[in-house]
């Protein structure tokens, strides 16, 4: 089993920038494929950014690349979203997530544990 508790978010305004953070315990994070994924009102959950755990591979969604970075740090159980040039349509609830598989993946349904969420508001 694995926890995973999330913090950074807040209220930001256009152009500036938040890092997130997700803390994992319970299980061997450093062999944990680790995601990030949102949750606009009224809108499905999305993908954002995914790294493995050798951090050897990184995925992002096309709307986010050049703005967000994903990174982690296996001896702190942690994993990163560090985003930049933020725009009003970035507003979600931002989700860790981690699986097993050693593959990056844009699919949540694919992943096994999540956090609760952090809420990320950029104001125009």
């Known amino acids: 089993q694995v926890q995973l508790v999330e913090s950074g978010g807040g209220l930001v305004q256009a152009g500036g920038s938040l890092r997130l953070s997700c803390e994992a315990s319970?299980?061997?994070?450093?062999?944990?494929?680790m995601g990030w994924f949102r949750q606009a009102p009224g809108k499905e959950r999305e993908f954002v950014a995914a790294?493995?755990?050798?951090?050897?591979?990184?995925r992002y969604a096309d709307s986010v690349k050049g703005r967000f970075t994903i990174s982690r740090d296996n001896d702190k159980n942690t994993v990163y979203l560090q985003m930049n040039s933020l725009k009003p349509e970035d507003t979600a609830v931002y989700y860790c997530?981690?699986?097993?598989?050693?593959?990056?993946?844009?699919?949540?349904?694919?992943?096994?544990?999540w956090g609760q969420g952090t809420q990320v508001t950029v104001s125009s």
């Open positions: 997530a981690a699986d097993r598989l050693s593959m990056v993946m844009v699919d949540p349904s694919q992943y096994d544990y």
């Open positions: 319970g299980r061997t994070f450093s062999r944990l494929t």
């Open positions: 790294i493995t755990w050798s951090a050897g591979s990184t």
